[in-house]
């Protein structure tokens, strides 16, 4: 429990625990920071590390001159890119050993199949849009390893999703953490940005749910 809360902590005040490493590390704090998006990227054991609520604050401060926009925008992206790269490398890795028995009854040759067809035809959308979810950007360049999407195309869709995600929520920290109304209710604020990055998957399993009832319903007449 103590763990739990001591994360939850963190997250909802990700802005102290930054000015801390700034007070104490100065130019290091670069180095942390990409140490800390690059593991949440490319570990797929650390997806509770603090993605998005992370770059907004590092991005409101900067805007009162803490820290650089420009290196903060180039630490990010380098340390999103590389993530998901190894990421989707560690899945290519690990992915034939996982499927390799026919016997098993988890990880199936069919199941690496359907993710493989899954990712050729959808997986540009899954890795882009995928980086705005939280737990969800973590595993999708696993997965895409796993599934053997063509290293080429699943590269392409991580730099555009890396730098799409850097620049959203790091530019909207720094235009709008000079407001003091964000100032003032930065913990809500996060907590809001966690809550909006959960609709879409949220949205997408109420969609499948209502389907699967729909056909429960139909087979049962």
């Not at 809360?5 to 000015?19: P, W």
């Not at 360049?141 to 699943?154: D, E, L, N, Q, S």
């Not at 907590?191 to 609709?199: G, P």
């Amino acid at each position: 429990m103590s763990f739990i809360s001591d994360a939850v902590n963190f997250v909802l005040h990700v802005d102290k625990f930054l000015t801390y490493l700034i007070q104490v590390f100065g130019n290091w704090t670069y180095v942390i920071l990409f140490a800390i998006v690059f593991c949440e990227t490319g570990l797929v054991v650390t997806p509770f590390f603090p993605g998005d609520s992370l770059l907004f604050v590092a991005g409101a401060l900067a805007s009162s001159g803490s820290l650089d926009i420009l290196f903060l925008f180039l630490t990010f992206c380098a340390a999103a890119i590389i993530g998901d790269t190894v990421n989707y490398w560690i899945g290519s890795f690990i992915g034939p050993r996982l499927f390799k028995s026919e016997k098993s009854r988890i990880f199936k040759k069919e199941y690496l199949e359907r993710t493989h067809d899954f990712f050729e035809k959808y997986g540009g959308n899954a890795i882009i849009l995928g980086r705005f979810v939280p737990v969800i950007r973590t595993f999708a360049p696993f997965v895409a390893g796993i599934g053997k999407m063509r290293y080429r195309k699943f590269l392409a869709y991580n730099v555009v999703g890396g730098v799409a995600w850097v620049s959203l929520f790091l530019l909207a920290g720094y235009y709008f953490g000079t407001l003091q109304i964000v100032r003032d209710n930065l913990s809500y604020v996060i907590i809001a940005i966690i809550l909006v990055s959960f609709i879409p998957p949220v949205a997408e399993f109420l969609k499948h749910w209502r389907k699967s009832g729909n056909k429960t319903v139909k087979q049962g007449k």
